[in-house]
């Protein structure tokens, strides 16, 4: 991007997963005719990608909203991102926003910031994006959207509805674009997208054919994946997973260990299945993270007894736990038996508890050279992740951000690894 001083300030808050940090990069490099600031004090537009999971999450968008009229240069707000389908209406009519528009006319960006006149584009649910993104600012691993949508349909979820079914980027563009992020300097990959393990199911193809013809790139170093369902790591794709390229690291969604609560969740895993793979995955090397929701009605005492009795079986070192948050149009929000808000915390907390255990005897027991790419520098020490996506914290004299290091000799700690490198 070629920038100038007088170019309006455009500046991009981004809520929510690892897709929306991709689109903004997409919609970063359809600018043409703005410049990107960090600073929203600077900012003549402020673009806000919004996440619309729980209604928590409209709440959040609509709080920073707030915010952002009370700054001295009160800037003009563009709102897109999946909450254009849910509060997007509300919004506009209410004038808390200028504009806004949807995930379909994302690459319309520069065209649609110099409109002068309020717009409201939802678009359509079946697009895919054609941008090839050549840089992720401020980042030292590439984000690579793979799908769009889901086909899915569990009952807590609204995403489906806002993003639309499953459908995959073309192979071709795919690769493109890995190809010129590897030439740009980035080496680590993560696939995401809003259901990453569906692709290639309408295109006759398959991730694990997908992860091999991005492996042969030169400059691909290591490649991560966002979260894939259990069903979805057939035999195909437990062909590849002692391949050099793949991080040992797999975040498979549970969402629960209990039968009669992935019954209610309208889920199509099974929790003797998902044990059976995910001890076939430990002993291939693998850490092992979930997702998994705390608190969703009908979750009985006797259900959340069970699942932990379950949970401590699964060789698990990661954890995205999140309390049950209604979602207003999901088939959850109309359910009865709600779970209070004490309850739900008092369980996430035994659940979290569990998995930092597990993690900490992971890294205690582990014998391999940790591969890290150091992504930050923070309070004076680097931070980077691990081929088992452990944090480590690093002390060093020499400016390591964006450098791969190799580390025997590491001390582990309860939260962290920690080590010295010269």
């Known amino acids: 991007m070629i920038f100038s001083q007088t ?12 897709t929306n940090v991709f689109d903004t990069q997409v919609m ?30 409209d709440s959040t968008a609509r709080g920073y909203i707030n915010q952002l009229n009370r700054l001295p240069k009160k800037p003009r707000v563009v709102f897109t991102g999946c909450g254009v389908w849910t509060k997007g209406e509300n919004l506009f009519k209410e004038d808390k926003v200028d504009s806004l528009f949807g995930h379909s006319e994302k690459e319309k960006i520069n065209e649609l910031l110099k ?41 807590y ?7 639309g079914d499953a459908r995959s980027y073309k192979e071709d563009k795919i690769l493109e674009q890995v190809t010129t992020l590897a030439a740009n300097g980035f080496g680590e990959f993560i696939l995401t997208g809003t259901n990453v393990g569906s692709y290639g199911k309408k295109q006759h193809t398959s991730l694990a054919k997908l992860l091999k013809k991005m492996s042969q790139i030169k400059g691909v170093r290591r490649i991560r994946m966002g979260s ?16 050099p390229f793949m991080a040992k690291h797999l975040h498979i969604a549970l969402q629960h260990t209990s039968k009669e609560m992935l019954k209610i969740m309208n889920r199509r895993n099974k929790v003797l299945k998902d044990l059976e793979l995910f001890e076939f995955l430990k002993e291939n090397g693998y850490a092992l993270g979930t997702d998994f929701i705390v608190g969703h009605p009908g979750e009985t005492n006797q259900l959340w007894a069970e699942a932990m009795e379950n949970l401590k079986r699964f060789p698990l070192t990661h954890i995205h736990a999140f309390t049950y948050s209604k979602r207003d149009g999901t088939p959850s929000a109309t359910m009865k038996d709600i779970v209070k808000g004490d309850v739900a915390k008092v369980r996430y907390n035994e659940l979290t508890s569990i998995i930092e255990d597990k993690n900490y005897e992971f890294r205690k027991n582990n014998k391999q050279t940790l591969e890290v790419l150091i992504e930050q520098k923070k309070n004076g020490k680097y931070i980077g992740l691990d081929q088992f996506f452990n944090q480590i914290e690093v002390e060093s004299s020499v400016d390591l951000v964006g450098d791969w290091i190799f ?7 309860q939260d962290k690894n920690v080590a010295k490198f010269k």
């Not at 500046?11 to 929510?16: D, N, P, Q, R, V």
């Not at 769009?148 to 009952?155: A, L, N, T, V, Y």
């Open 7 to 18: 170019k309006p300030k455009v500046y991009f808050k981004t809520f929510g997963c690892r």
């Open 28 to 57: 970063m490099s359809n600018l043409e005719d703005f410049e990107v600031t960090k600073d929203e004090k600077q900012a003549d537009i402020v673009v806000i990608n919004s996440c619309t999971v729980t209604n928590s999450a």
């Open 115 to 155: 409109t002068e006149e309020r717009f409201f584009q939802a678009g359509d649910l079946e697009h895919i994006d054609d941008t090839i993104v050549e840089e992720f600012i401020g980042k030292s691993r590439a984000f690579i959207k793979i799908q769009e949508g889901c086909d899915f349909r569990c009952s």
């Open 157 to 163: 979820c609204i995403i489906p509805y806002v993003r």
């Open 228 to 243: 894939i369902e259990p069903i979805q790591i057939d035999d195909e794709f437990k062909e590849i997973i002692n391949e």
């Open 407 to 413: 580390l025997d000799d590491y001390e582990r700690r």
